[in-house]
């Protein structure tokens, strides 16, 4: 199985910071990376498709980047609604999240 | 509008089954494949299972085989996903999950609600 490295697993960051996770897979996986966020009590939202391709709707504050085996999601400017939790998700073999990145109010 | 309406919250006690339904609406049902996802209350997302409801093709996650089956029903548009020998590491949220698959993408676009599983004697 394919396993993915999430990091950090937690951050404070302040409005109008640039944000940066970084995920991880334990093989190549070519571009097949998707990042999700999820706020408390809700289902995940897809953002970011193929490792760098924004689902439509998403800000464009938000970008994916990556192949291989490192990828990371970078919040340009954070805003008061991007503050939930983010998952990567490879789709190269199977289909497995990361643990998680939970971005906090600092 | 795409939705997907999951049946409600379930209580078990340990060695039961549970089955969990999602009903697809707002586009052709054989054209996406649905997942399914777990949560653990304060843990993160676990994928469990796909299934292609164009000819019915299943995918399990290892950690889930011999202990997970997903149907689906197109008369009704609906998957139904049972779990077998639950244990109390089970309860968890379940969701269910549109897939697109293509030649150069692969990921989920729209979630149902979630259902509550408790597991408990």
């Known amino acids: 199985d394919i396993q993915m490295t999430q990091s950090p697993s937690s951050l404070s960051a302040s409005v109008g910071d640039r944000v940066t996770i970084t995920c991880r897979a334990s093989?190549?996986?070519?571009?097949?990376l998707n990042w999700y966020q999820q706020k408390p009590g809700g289902a995940p939202k897809l953002l970011v498709f193929g490792a760098s391709i924004l689902q439509s709707g998403v800000p464009s504050r938000i970008n994916g980047s990556g192949s291989g085996t490192d990828f990371t999601l970078t919040i340009s400017s954070l805003q008061p609604e991007d503050f939930a939790t983010y998952y990567c998700?490879?789709?190269?073999?199977?289909?497995?999240f990361g643990q998680g990145t939970k971005v906090e109010i600092k | 509008q795409v939705q997907l309406v999951q049946s409600g919250t379930e209580v078990k006690k340990p060695g039961a089954s549970v089955k969990i339904s999602c009903r697809a609406s707002g586009y052709t049902f054989t054209t996406h494949y649905i997942h399914w996802a777990r949560q653990a209350p304060g843990q993160g997302l676990e994928w469990m299972a796909i299934i292609n409801p164009d000819g019915g093709g299943t995918s399990y996650a290892q950690s889930f085989q011999g202990r997970v089956t997903v149907t689906r029903d197109t008369s009704t548009s609906t998957v139904d996903m049972e779990v077998s020998r639950l244990r109390s590491e089970d309860t968890a949220i379940y969701y269910c999950?549109?897939?697109?698959?293509?030649?150069?993408?692969?990921?989920?676009?729209?979630w149902g609600q979630g259902t509550l599983v408790t597991v408990s004697s």
């Open positions: 093989q190549s996986i070519s571009h097949y």
């Open positions: 998700q490879q789709s190269y073999s199977g289909r497995t």
């Open positions: 999950a549109r897939g697109v698959v293509e030649s150069a993408h692969d990921y989920i676009d729209y």
